[in-house]
């Protein structure tokens, strides 16, 4: 079961059921079956603007009690493709699609989604945020 702790948080895994360390940001590996599973509602994390603790609210979407900013991004956000301009959509639960893994996982700096209308990747913007353009 999940605990509210900052660091070392455990979640179960939707695939297996066995519990498993946050490693990095709100991506979440089962180190059973490898299977990426999304942070539970109710587990903690740290604001990246001012470093308060902040509740992870259902839908994944994260507010900072402090700055009530949030520093997550909901489903349905999109992005601009650099080469086509054609907007692409970022994928419910904070999880897009790794264009080298062909794998679901989290929305971090460098991460890049594919456009549907060129194919070209283009990167998601900065941190855990994805600002939406259109």
């Keep these: 079961m999940a605990t509210n702790v900052l660091s070392g948080l455990r979640v179960r895994c939707r695939l297996c059921r066995m519990a498993t360390n946050v490693l990095s940001g709100l991506r979440v590996r089962c180190r059973l079956c490898r299977m990426a599973t999304n942070v539970l509602s ?10 308060m603790a902040a509740n992870v609210l259902s839908g994944l979407r994260v507010r900072c009690r402090l700055r009530r900013m949030a520093t997550n991004v909901l489903s349905g956000l999109r992005v601009r493709c650099r080469l086509c301009r ?11 699609r790794c264009r080298l893994r062909r794998m679901a996982t989290n929305v971090l700096s460098g991460l890049r989604v594919r456009c549907r209308l060129c194919r070209m990747a283009t990167n998601v913007l900065s941190g855990l945020r994805v600002w939406c353009r259109l």
């Design 42 to 51: 109710g587990l903690r994390m740290r604001c990246r603007l001012c470093r």
């Design 86 to 96: 054609m907007a692409t959509n970022v994928l419910s639960g904070l999880r897009v």
